[in-house]
């Protein structure tokens, strides 16, 4: 009888069998996939887990290329660029991949529908509203107290980015309840995170597993989950659904992509890849619990959610106010 294992190896060859029957030899070198975010964040977390259950699975080695920049956009355009042969793929969070389209528009120099392919979005998880602790803040309501009196310094927030979640999360809050606050953006939710903890900046938005390890030390404090359901780990701590802020969706997930012209063999070998990936433990472990919940989008299905996610979050960036009008 096969064990689990076995399975997985099994099913891996049947992906590379299909991938070869569309282009003889495929995948005749490493695979590499790039990560538009620098090391240790969620993506880079999510993509190296991959990496490692992908590379026996396929038969060659898979290495993680983090070419960060820009909100993301330099890795994503350095992908759209490339060769369609199934060698070169994208692993891709909403921030870059929707968020910069969003802010940037024609700048982002790439279009998330037209240039790839959905491989597969793999998790789905929701960002955190967190304080420093040194702030004093308990809960959100202390915060719209804090932030509302003039006579206390304006509370600055940290941002990965133009289109991120974590700056147009705050920005919906800031608008809803009529907040001053001071952006501050960085170049990935790793180094937010670190500023957050450090006091540099007072409040962040960032997902659950990133901040968890200083939750759980005492270094930061939840004051929101920005989504439609609380967190199991976060049970006494709202979501923003609850204050009737529902609109866009404000989920974060992370999804495999290919350049668009990818022979549809190669990458429906990748999707097969991609699920049995996904079903080890390995990757179970990542992509469930910690604030994250694992999904299985490919095809249509994945390109309306991208679709869908787009067009919600354009909306609701046209109805943002510009800066001094």
């Not at 030899?25 to 996939?33: E, L, S, T």
């Not at 793929?89 to 240039?115: C, H, K, M, Q, W």
């Not at 929701?126 to 509302?148: E, T």
Request: no cysteine.
């Amino acid at each position: 009888m096969l064990n689990r294992r076995s399975l997985f190896a099994s099913a891996g060859a049947m992906a590379l069998a299909r991938g070869a029957a569309a282009q003889p030899g495929w995948p005749d070198r490493p695979i590499r996939i790039v990560v538009p975010w620098p090391a240790g964040g969620p993506t880079d977390t999510f993509a190296r887990g991959l990496a490692r259950e992908l590379a026996p699975l396929l038969g060659q080695p898979v290495v993680i290329d983090n070419r960060a920049g820009a909100s993301g956009t330099v890795g994503i355009q350095h992908v759209a660029r490339g060769p369609a042969d199934g060698h070169t793929l994208l692993v891709a969070n909403t921030t870059a991949y929707i968020g910069s389209v969003v802010a940037l528009g024609e700048a982002a120099r790439f279009d998330p529908l037209r240039d790839f392919l959905p491989v597969g979005l793999f998790v789905e998880s929701y960002s955190v509203l967190w304080a420093h602790p040194g702030v004093g803040l308990r809960d959100f309501d202390a915060l719209l107290r804090q932030a509302r009196d003039q006579a206390l310094p304006r509370l600055a927030f940290g941002t990965t980015g133009s289109g991120s979640v974590s700056e147009q999360s705050v920005e919906q809050l800031a608008r809803h309840y009529r907040l001053d606050l001071t952006k501050v953006p960085y170049r990935g939710t790793a180094p937010q995170v670190t500023d957050l903890v450090a006091g540099h900046v007072q409040i962040g938005a960032a997902d659950f597993a990133t901040a968890a390890p200083f939750f759980r030390d005492g270094k930061l404090q939840p004051l929101l989950v920005i989504g439609s359901r609380r967190l199991p780990e976060l049970p006494d701590t709202p979501a923003t659904a609850e204050l009737g802020l529902t609109e866009p969706d404000f989920a974060i997930w992370n999804g495999l992509f290919a350049p668009a012209g990818t022979p549809p063999a190669v990458l429906a070998a990748l999707g097969d890849a991609l699920g049995t990936a996904l079903r080890s433990e390995a990757m179970r472990a990542l992509t469930e619990g910690n604030g994250n919940r694992a999904v299985f989008l490919t095809g249509e299905a994945a390109s309306l959610r991208l679709a869908r996610d787009l067009e919600g979050r354009r909306a609701f960036a046209s109805s943002i106010p510009a800066e001094g009008s």
